[in-house]
């Protein structure tokens, strides 16, 4: 005997009328059908059919909670009368008619339901288990899961995502901290992995449910009444086949007999025959063990919070200089701060100067220039051989400064589940246009797998810009995805003195107007556009010279063929050729105006500068650049369209009150570089007290125990 559940919005449910005919041939006898309405409507059933012998009950619930709270919401109503049937079935109205076609033809025949029943077993999902039905999930990722936005079923295709969708305080695990009872909770905590049931589908045995105190039902239902957040029925839909499934057979076990079934959630799903579908992803047992963990560990015995600074570099360009700004920020609230990078460099005087040791490391470079042809230590084999043999310290905290460390961090992998291991923040300044081959020689983001991998091996990643972060959207809520926009600090660096950098010794009139560009002459940042601009004020009869300042010989052949011939044709004297300079400000101190015309940036660093020194700043609208100016598009224009950008430039120049645009820059600066404070510290202590959260939510183990 069973009774029938069904949650009903609005979607046809003409299909139950079939669905229950199609049990009375099976000869599982149908008992009553409750409908619950939760968009102020009622469904119509022919109630001549199949239904005449069945009693049906309509109830009204406020459209909270989906049918989650539906579901939950008759258990409790109906708790001391369950044991009344031996099966509920629970039925989402769009069962058989969901937008995802794919997803529909999962459905189990309800024919083959019932002889699933006939087999005694407690919980039966009604989604195939291919892609995304009742399957494994390692618990540690699923108690972790908390989705950044959401786009309905019938926004598939355009993903166009719910602009009423609040993200979740806390994960998973919060959820189930809050609502289950301690028996519960650590039942489901000391399993490696768990059954999901996805599709909000599934027929359920009455003593399962019974099994469940009464208690943890209501404070089931509470929650989802509350509708604090859409993310709390996500929640609710991964616990379902969890709390009620039979008993947890052996981790061994698991492995053995269900390699193609162990997923990690939210993930990408890919089938046997290569088919990808949205949901999850396939963890193969033959070649990846999800069990698989770092044997170092040394616990860190220390009087204050210590963190480590990976660098790849200690030159005066943008991603060290950003990574100073961090440095400072922890430092003057009292953090243990050391950085390591494989070569030293002019910046090394400046980490130096704030207190923080610096590690130079050829082990390091080698690591980073063989990991894609050698076997690469994990993260925390390879902090353990460096730092702490030379400062006997332990980092609880790391941070990794660009995308080049992508494939030493995907070999993180469930060693940042060991107790003792530190925390990991990536810090991802780069974007696909803008590391060109480069991008392609890391063996961890060749691929959308493999990119998720490195995601995964991760605590939280940090974007420069949300262009960064925007090619890496797929995967947040993996992890926490911020954004920490940078600043310049450029007035208060050391540098060369700046006595000899005048219009006098650079021969430039007094009356001239000065514009500079700063960066690697290359055909990417479109140099030649200000030599066009320059040409263009001239003519119009402004005195105009140009400052180019940065490297001729990365892009040599750009720069015989386009800088020089226009140098050559307005004279030495009108444009000037500068080599890079370890201090640029006094060369930008000279400039009316400063120009960007890149066409592909991230956050550009020579733009910040000028910002800075309140230079006012004409720019293109490459990649993140736009960004920077999102205050002031008029002096932004298209990368591609260079009548546009001479024409800014000479409106810009013949602009009385230009002085102020820069003021408002240099305010713009300011702020960046208070929001930059903030944020860091937020993140640190974020990132710490997930540490904390997964101690209490069993996602934290003894590496040295399981591995011995």
Not at 41 to 48: A, F, H, K, M, W
Not at 368 to 393: E, H, N, Y
Request: hydrophobic share 40%; proline share 4%.
């Amino acid at each position: 005997m069973v009774d029938i559940v069904v949650a009903y919005c609005q979607k046809n449910i003409s299909w139950l009328e079939k669905g229950v005919q199609d049990l009375l041939s099976t000869e599982v006898i149908s008992r009553k059908i409750y409908i619950y309405c939760m968009c102020g409507r009622e469904p119509y059933l022919d109630l001549t059919g199949q239904f005449m012998n069945l009693e049906l009950i309509i109830n009204h619930l406020p459209n909270r909670g989906r049918n989650d709270m539906a579901f939950t919401y008759h258990i409790v109503s109906d708790f001391n009368k369950i044991s009344e049937v031996d099966y509920i079935f629970f039925f989402k109205d769009s069962m058989m008619n969901y937008p995802i076609t794919f997803i529909r033809n999962l459905l189990l025949p309800l024919k083959e339901v019932s002889q699933q029943l006939r087999l005694g077993s407690s919980f039966i999902c009604l989604q195939r288990p291919d892609a995304g039905g009742m399957d494994w999930h390692v618990r540690q990722e699923t108690w972790k899961f908390r989705l950044p936005y959401y786009a309905s079923a019938d926004n598939y295709k355009t993903m166009k995502t719910d602009k009423n969708f609040k993200r979740a305080n806390g994960t998973m695990c919060r959820f189930l901290q809050d609502v289950l009872g301690p028996t519960e909770f650590d039942h489901l905590k000391h399993n490696e992995f768990i059954k999901v049931c996805y599709g909000g589908n599934f027929v359920v045995r009455t003593n399962k449910i019974q099994q469940i105190p009464f208690s943890v039902w209501q404070r089931i239902l509470e929650r989802l009444r509350i509708h604090e957040n859409g993310e709390v029925m996500h929640f609710m839909e991964r616990t379902w086949a969890a709390l009620l499934s039979d008993s947890y057979a052996s981790t061994r076990r698991i492995i053995i007999e269900n390699r193609s079934l162990i997923s990690f959630p939210h993930l990408q799903f890919i089938d046997q025959e290569g088919r990808s579908y949205p949901g999850m992803q396939l963890l193969k047992g033959e070649k990846s063990d999800p069990l698989a963990l770092s044997t170092t560990v040394t616990t860190l015995h220390q009087s204050r919070p210590s963190i480590l600074l990976v660098s790849h570099e200690l030159t005066r360009t943008g991603a060290p200089l950003y990574l100073l700004h961090v440095a400072k920020i922890l430092v003057q609230r009292g953090e243990n701060v050391f950085l390591i990078a494989p070569s030293d460099g002019s910046l090394s005087h400046d980490f130096w100067a704030e207190g923080v040791e610096v590690i130079i490391s050829n082990v390091l470079h080698f690591k980073q220039r063989t990991c894609a042809k050698l076997s690469c230590p994990t993260p925390t084999d390879l902090i353990q051989d460096i730092v702490q043999t030379k400062t006997g310290l332990r980092p609880d905290t790391v941070l990794w400064n660009t995308i080049v460390w992508a494939d030493i961090l995907s070999l993180s992998g469930q060693s940042r589940y060991c107790q003792n291991s530190p925390q990991m923040i990536w810090v991802i300044h780069e974007w696909v246009p803008e590391v060109g081959n480069s991008w392609k020689r890391l063996r961890a983001i060749s691929s959308e797998s493999k990119q998720r991998q490195v995601v995964l091996s991760v605590d939280a990643i940090v974007f420069c810009s949300e262009l960064a972060r925007r090619q890496w959207q797929r995967f947040d809520g993996l992890v926490p995805f911020s954004t920490i926009h940078g600043f310049s600090k450029l007035h208060d660096t050391d540098g060369p003195s700046s006595s000899n950098i005048t219009r006098k010794n650079l021969k430039i009139p007094s009356d001239a107007f000065v514009v500079t560009t700063v960066g690697t002459i290359c055909l990417r940042k479109q140099q030649h556009w200000a030599i066009t601009a320059i040409s263009e004020l001239r003519q119009r009869g402004i005195n105009a010279v140009l400052l180019m300042i940065g490297d001729t010989e990365t892009d040599k052949d750009f720069f015989l063929k386009r800088i020089l011939p226009g140098q050559e044709e307005l004279g030495n004297d009108t444009i000037q050729v500068i080599p890079e300079q370890v201090d640029i400000a006094p060369y930008l101190l000279l400039a009316n105006l400063h120009i960007s015309s890149s066409r592909e940036e991230t956050y550009p660093l020579n733009t910040l500068e000028a910002m800075a020194l309140s230079i006012p700043v004409v720019a293109t609208r490459a990649g993140g650049t736009e960004e920077q100016f999102s205050h002031d598009a008029q002096w932004m224009t298209s990368e591609v369209d260079l009548d546009d950008f001479v024409a800014t430039v000479y409106k810009a120049a013949t602009m009385h009150n230009l002085s102020e645009y820069g003021k408002i820059l240099s305010q713009k600066n300011r702020h960046n570089e208070h929001q930059f404070q903030r944020k860091t510290e937020d993140l640190v202590d974020a990132v710490r007290s997930m540490k904390k959260e997964d101690f209490r939510c069993g996602l934290l183990i003894d590496c040295k125990k399981v591995n011995n």
